[in-house]
């Protein structure tokens, strides 16, 4: 498969302190599956500087495209907008567009633009603005780097914006089935299976279920028509 | 605060492909965040040798622990063993003490210890075994990194039994507090309590709830008069 290949960075404490699960990268999987776009790689950081500059130059230089969650907000923790300027070297501020925006929403809403909103402005040079449907200050994209909210509802509707800019591949074809045999006898039939479709992913994902042992196995590829060929042949290995 | 360091690498396809939400991350950064440990940083990689063995070597050199979760099953795609022994330019082969714990498993069970399950038998040179108190295949741990499975009740079981081994530091004290107003409102306070409370670890989470916008502030540190001492003095700028 040579799909594109996409990572994720989700900035945030608050995963890794295990105070909330994070859902941005489920959905985020889910969509780019979709489109035919490879996740190749997440990777969760807290909320430091060094950490962040780090993160993201990695994995811009290791893969097409990459996302960001969290930490665009209006307080003291929301410093991705200014790490990710720092990662490319670019300069940072208010920028109009920006400031615009938020004008237009506070008003709206009768709040105030203060110091600390304004903060949600500071865009790095040369950057593409995201559209925040939901509460007005946008996101960005600079470089291969997609800057989004944390908050999932606005995560998803920034995602969604940004998903027809982005060139797919062909959409993963996805099957699976589920073996109520140990995973060790699967194991031998499945690994020559995987051996005669070197071009397809073939997983085997163990499950436990009233005691019983069992396995989802999942044939991935891009090909639809050998997906099913090779699920047949499972099928017939192990019939159910 | 100055805890000991760990790191996660999940290993798995499931997740990227988004077939699968992960759990694990959620279950360790709690039970991480109880005994005092720091979880830094978790990497999210799929079934690729190279990514592994790169991840665990940069994982391992960066922090005091590593936690591996995924790919030590019997299929072909459970390559995380091997790849760990080479990360670590160990050798590695289906090792007597692990292949007698499989051996009286699958005899007590009535299953065939065929070749595909004794791959989980394959142990690197040094490491030591973790046990599995349900399925019997066992994880190890080598350097600092442990090695565990990826079914959840099996890695919660793992972890179980791995982290009375650990040192951990002063657990986290941690206080909460929902504020019904928009971030924007809180910032300016609550990056003022930050600089006076430079030791500890303040996070503003915003949420939205029935279109009401609002933050949860949680406070962390080792210290729990200090944490109280900050959460009055935001509740007193906040009254609810």
Known sequence: MSNPTAAMLVIGDEILSGRTRDANMYHLAGELSAVGIDLCEV???????????????????????????????????????????????????????????????????????????????????????????????PGFTLENVHVMAGVPTIFQAMLASVLPTLTGGAPIISQSQRIYRGEGDIAGPLGALAKRYSNLSIGSYPFQQDGVFGAHIVIRGNDAAQVTAAMAELNAEFPT
């Open 43 to 137: 990777r969760v950081i807290s909320d430091d500087p060094g950490a962040i500059v780090a993160a993201v130059q990695a994995l811009s230089a290791a893969y097409d495209t990459v996302f960001t969650s969290g930490g665009i907000g209006p307080t003291h923790d929301d410093i991705t907008a200014d790490n990710v300027a720092q990662a490319f070297d670019r300069p940072i501020g208010v920028r109009d567009d920006a400031r615009a925006i938020l004008a237009a929403h506070y008003e709206n809403s009768g709040q105030q633009l203060n110091e600390a909103r304004l903060r949600m402005a500071r865009i790095p040079d040369g950057a593409t603005l995201i559209d925040n449907p939901i509460s007005a200050a």
